[in-house]
């Protein structure tokens, strides 16, 4: 950051759980992954006539093969090496077996290779309707939620000779619900610096046309002996490189902004809608994706170009930030080059609390009482003499106001500040809440992320511990 580098960072791939977000350092750019409105849907056929459509990169039509459950074939049931019925490597010879991630928890990569070593020909993999994904698992496997494997389950039971037919795998373009959160994409609240919200943002990372190196098998599975030079790959490290093409992009545009603010940039014009104006779902959940999932929302590359106004910081705040959150001054020396120009003292007058650090969102975790924070940002438009009026959506449970409610710029003055009050409105230990700030100058829209944690109720398990704590400490003082 010092040098004017924009660094991008992966938020990880723990998700769905919360504060597993990884790289949440204020100065670089974290990026979780999600969806696109690609799919890959493959025809299953029944014995008995009846179709259903899960997901494969099935690449040709199978003959009709036989089908078997997994309890055929695993002793438990559940689709795992150790499970093998007398370890019989025949067991499943020739057929396509039906595997769920419920039983043993499994994953579908588990399944197919202990399916493949049973000599078995494909595998039917049902999984949770927020988890079910796509994926080359070596041995041809088709992916069907929970529901639809349970009518699969009911036919090969009804019928001692079940047989299956599975299609070649199509692919279709726009024709479901997207972006979504990618449910193995790492969840904020960030566990080191609460404040700073993470995820920053998030970008295409699920089913990814990626080039691979031919001497890596698509799966880098021993046993797979195939050479691609281009793959199907997900995760936070293929979402992780859209951004940083972004942000190459904003900074050969505008090659004099800071990383601070070409990050500024990408979150403030994110978008949290999907293609059919619902609010993105988070895989893994069922419920609504929040700022602990995407960050500000999804990137949107060409109005990132032109956000109207930024958030920027430099190397002292960011020194700041550190102070204020416990690091020493030496430890801050050992983390920054040398510079005559950056004070890198911590001294008490000039720390300020890790929530008025200049980012473009705003994070209180502990709201117990009425609460300030400061925000500066600075006029990039074309037009130079702006005027920005602010609309805010308080937090549940919160009433949130923005002092003052207009900002105006003029070419002697492209900076203003603004001062965010929220007063906590409910009795709460500790939910998370969500709204917004969004400055408009009836072109642009500068889009703030507000997430509260409001703490008005005391937490009477700690309570309780600390009394148990002194009264133990007492008995020990009068023996």
Known sequence: MQLEVATVFS???????????????????????????????TVITLGNNVSLVGESFNVKDTKMMRLVESSSVFMDGSCSFDQ?????????????????????????????????VAGGAGVIFADTISLRSTQDNFLPTVHVDLRQGTRILDYIRGDRKATVHISRSDTIVGNTPAPAVAYFSSRGPSSISPNILKPDV????????????????????????????????????????????????????????????IKSA???????????????????????ADAFDVGAGHVDPLRALD????????????????????????????????????????GSAAVTPDVDLNYPAVVLTQLNTTVTVKRTVTNVGPRRDAVYHATVVSPQGSRAAVWPPALAFSPHSDKASYYVTVTPAKPSRGRYDFGEIVWSDGYHRVRTPLVVR???????????????????????HDS
């Open 307 to 346: 956000p109207g106004l930024v958030y920027d910081v430099g190397a002292r705040d960011h020194v700041l930030f550190l102070c204020s959150i416990g690091y020493t001054q030496d430890q801050i020396r050992q983390m920054v080059l040398p510079s005559p120009g950056l004070d890198t003292s911590c």
């Open 84 to 116: 093998l019925i007398n370890g019989s490597r025949t067991a499943a010879s020739g057929k396509i077996v039906l595997c769920f991630s419920t039983m043993g928890m499994v994953s579908s990569v588990g399944a197919a290779l202990a399916v493949y």
């Open 266 to 288: 990408l979150m403030t014009t994110a978008y949290i809608y999907d293609d059919t104006s619902d609010v993105m779902l988070a895989g893994g959940t069922l419920k609504a």
């Open 11 to 41: 938020a990880g791939n723990d998700g769905p759980d919360a504060s597993m977000v990884q790289n949440v350092s204020p100065w670089g750019i974290t990026v979780a992954a999600s969806t696109i409105d690609r799919r890959f849907p």
């Open 454 to 476: 409001v703490t008005t109720l005391p937490d009477k398990g700690v309570a309780a511990q600390s009394m148990d704590t002194r009264t133990a400490t007492e008995l020990v």
């Open 202 to 261: 998030t970008a295409p990372g699920v089913n990814i046309l990626a080039a691979w190196p031919p001497k890596s098998s698509p799966t880098v599975i021993p046993l797979d002996k195939r050479s691609v030079s281009w793959n199907f790959d997900s995760g936070t490290s293929m979402s992780c490189p859209h951004v940083s093409g972004i942000v190459a992009v904003v900074r050969s545009v505008h090659p004099t902004w800071s990383p601070a603010a």
